[in-house]
Every structure is written in C-alpha cells, then in structure tokens.
C-alpha cells in the first residue's frame, strides 16, 4: 500500500499517523505540504488532527481551500481512499466530501480522553478488520467535535449504512453520558455514499502500539494495508 498524508501549518497529529502508517506498512508514508496541488498516486490520502491555520474562521474551513485539499477531493471524488482524523474530519466536512458539520463541543470545553466506540459497519477499506458490534477504545482530543447534520440527512446516512463508529460505554450502549461532545446520535464517525471516504473525531494512531497502552486502533492500519495489498 502507498499511503500520503497532508500536513498543514497547526498539523500536530501528522507525526503520530507517519508512525502508526510506517509500522503497519513498513514503509514511511509520503508526506505532502498543504501547498503541493501534485503529488505521486496513492492508495490512501490521510488528512491528520491538529489544529490547521489555528482553527481560523471555523476549524478545517481555511485548510479545505488548499491546493493540497483540491487535489485531495479531486482524487477522492475518483474514488482514492480518504482517511480524516479530528480536525481531518473537520476538513473533510468543510470540503464537503462528507455531510453535516463539527460544531463546539456541547460543554464548550476542550475534551482530551479515551471513550468507547461501537463499529456499526465492518467493511475493507476502514473497518474490515473489526466486528460488527465490537467495542473498541480509542483517545479523542477536540475542542469542535459535536457532529450535527439535519434529521433528513441523518435518515439518509443511517439508513444507508454510513454510520462507521458510535459513541457508547463500556458495553456498547450509545447512552447520553457515553456521549462526549454532544454528537447527533452519538456519531463519532461516517463515511461517503461511495464508501471510500472516512471522517472520525477519534485518534486511532494514538493507540496503535502496545507502548501507548493499547493496540485497539491498529486494526485500522492494518486492515487498509490488508484491503489494498
């Protein structure tokens, strides 16, 4: 798998997915500065956490206008894979690959914990190496992480099956306490109709090595480099 991640002035995950990619991969991804509208083909774009452009205007809405991003939705729209992580989700509703959009969190607090998230969907290239149903844990770190889309668009991505994680306790129940930032349905991540576009606040490179007390978002990596090898 060839894999590239976008890295933008206020990035402050992009090291973290360089290393949770390397070690699945192995092999460094390619890192692209938020200025480069070219780059060579990959399999996956990654576009990390952090805070781009400061979090200016609203979070992801100067960063989705790069050239970077341009050609990120141009390859996506191709059907390239697309991974955003926290303010990479941000982006990515920004950009409008995906529906809805992150507002503050309902506490209006920086919020910098793990949680529990229950896989809805279990399908290559994202989720393929999770059950359906599983309960996972996974570090969040956001100030705007509360998903909000309208109630037709929220019929539309569940019923369609485009829900990919949920907040929830320990024993898979999407409860309001499990709830962190206030996420219509306790939504924590969603894909694109086509499937290849995912956009999650969590930070799975945060528990991708046994070091880092866990491994639970490894599968992740692994399975992109399972689906694409």
Request: with cysteine; aromatic share 6%.
């Amino acid at each position: 798998m060839k894999a590239a991640v976008i890295v933008f002035p206020g990035s402050n995950c992009d090291r973290d997915i360089q290393v949770a990619l390397t070690q699945s991969m192995g092999r460094p991804p390619l890192m692209v500065w938020h200025r480069e509208d070219a780059f060579p083909p990959v399999d996956l774009i990654v576009v990390p956490g952090g805070f781009s452009y400061g979090d200016y205007l609203r979070a992801g809405a100067m960063a989705a206008n790069s050239p970077a991003m341009v050609e990120t939705k141009r390859r996506a729209d191709a059907g390239v894979a697309v991974l955003g992580i926290c303010n990479g989700f941000q982006i990515l509703a920004e950009t409008r690959l995906l529906p809805g959009v992150l507002m503050r969190n309902a506490s209006l607090r920086f919020i910098c914990r793990d949680v529990h998230l229950r896989v809805e969907e279990s399908r290559p290239p994202f989720t393929g190496n999770y059950r359906k149903g599983q309960v996972i844990r996974i570090p969040i770190a956001h100030h705007d992480g509360n998903y909000f889309a309208d109630d037709e668009t929220l019929a539309r991505i569940e019923g369609e099956g485009r829900v990919a994680f949920r907040y929830t306790d320990r024993s898979g129940k999407p409860t309001a306490r499990a709830n962190p930032n206030g996420s219509s349905a306790n939504i924590a991540g969603i894909v694109n109709q086509a499937g290849n576009v995912l956009g999650m606040m969590p930070h799975p490179e945060r528990l991708a090595d046994q070091a880092l007390s866990g491994t639970d978002g490894r599968a992740m990596f692994d399975g992109l480099v399972g689906a694409f090898a």
